[in-house]
C-alpha cells in the first residue's frame, strides 16, 4: 500500500458541483499539504495543516477549503467548481523527523467541464 | 517573496551523456533543498534532500549541490539513460517545511 493514497485519481465534474479530494497516510506524519500542479506552472501551495488543530492558507487558496479530520487525513474540497480548477492535485505529508522531507501522493487528475 | 527558477525548461541528450540541471532561489534563508522526479501524469519522487548546512549529497548517479550564498543548486546526471527521462524538479523549504518549487526541467535522454 501507498504510503500516502488520494482518491480518487480521476475525477470529471460540472461547473458549480461540490466535489471534495481526500488523502490519507501511513507515514505517521504531523504535516501534510495540498498542492495544485498547472503545465508549465509547476506546484502551488493551497493549504497546508501541521497538526489536527491547525490549518493554513497557501498561495491560492481561494475556491477552496480543507478539512483535518485526523492526524492522517486531510480532504480538500472545492465548494463551487470552476473550468479553471481543472488540474492534477497532490497531497503530501513531511515530518519534522525526516527534516521536512516530502512524500507525495500520487495525485488526483480533475476536470471541471 | 522566496522565487525558484530552473534553467533550462526542456533539455534532450543522447543516452551516455553527463548532464547539469540548474535551480537558483532568491531567498537564501532556506532550511533545505530538495530535488525531485516526476513522471508524466504521476506524483512525485524525492530524489536528493540537501540540508541547508550541507553543500553536497549523493545518490548513485545523482549528485546535488548546494551553494545557499548565491542562490544556487546543481543537479548532476551521471551516464544518462532513457529511463532518466522525466521533469526534475527543485523545491525549497523555509524552517516552517513548507516546499516552493521551480517550474521543473523536463529531460528527455534519446537512445
Known amino acids: 500500500d501507498a504510503d500516502v493514497t488520494q482518491t480518487p485519481r480521476n475525477r470529471i465534474t460540472k461547473t458549480g458541483k461540490r466535489i471534495m479530494l481526500e488523502c490519507s497516510q501511513t507515514k505517521g506524519h504531523d504535516r501534510m499539504y495540498w498542492y495544485r500542479q498547472d503545465p508549465g506552472l509547476g506546484l502551488q501551495l493551497i493549504y497546508y495543516s501541521f497538526d489536527v488543530k491547525d490549518i493554513n492558507k497557501g498561495e491560492i487558496s481561494d475556491g477552496y477549503s480543507v478539512s483535518r479530520q485526523a492526524q492522517a487525513k486531510f480532504s480538500l474540497s472545492l465548494e463551487s467548481a470552476i473550468p479553471n480548477q481543472t488540474a492534477l492535485y497532490f497531497c503530501a505529508t513531511s515530518d519534522t523527523g525526516t527534516n521536512y522531507g516530502y512524500t507525495f501522493g500520487s495525485g488526483t487528475r480533475l476536470t471541471v467541464v | ?111
Open chain 2, 1 to 111: 517573496k522566496q522565487e525558484v527558477t530552473q534553467i533550462p525548461a526542456a533539455l534532450s541528450v543522447p543516452e551516455g551523456e553527463n548532464l547539469v540541471l540548474n535551480c537558483s532561489f532568491t531567498d537564501s534563508a532556506i532550511y533545505n533543498l530538495q530535488w525531485f522526479r516526476q513522471d508524466p501524469g504521476k506524483g512525485l519522487t524525492s530524489l536528493l534532500l540537501i540540508q541547508s548546512s550541507q553543500r553536497e549529497q549523493t545518490s548513485g548517479r545523482l549528485n546535488a549541490s548546494l551553494d545557499k550564498s548565491s542562490g544556487r543548486s546543481t543537479l548532476y546526471i551521471a551516464a544518462s539513460q532513457p529511463g532518466d527521462s522525466a521533469t526534475y524538479l527543485c523545491a525549497v523549504s523555509s524552517n516552517t517545511g513548507k516546499l516552493i518549487f521551480g517550474q521543473g526541467t523536463t529531460l528527455q535522454v534519446k537512445p
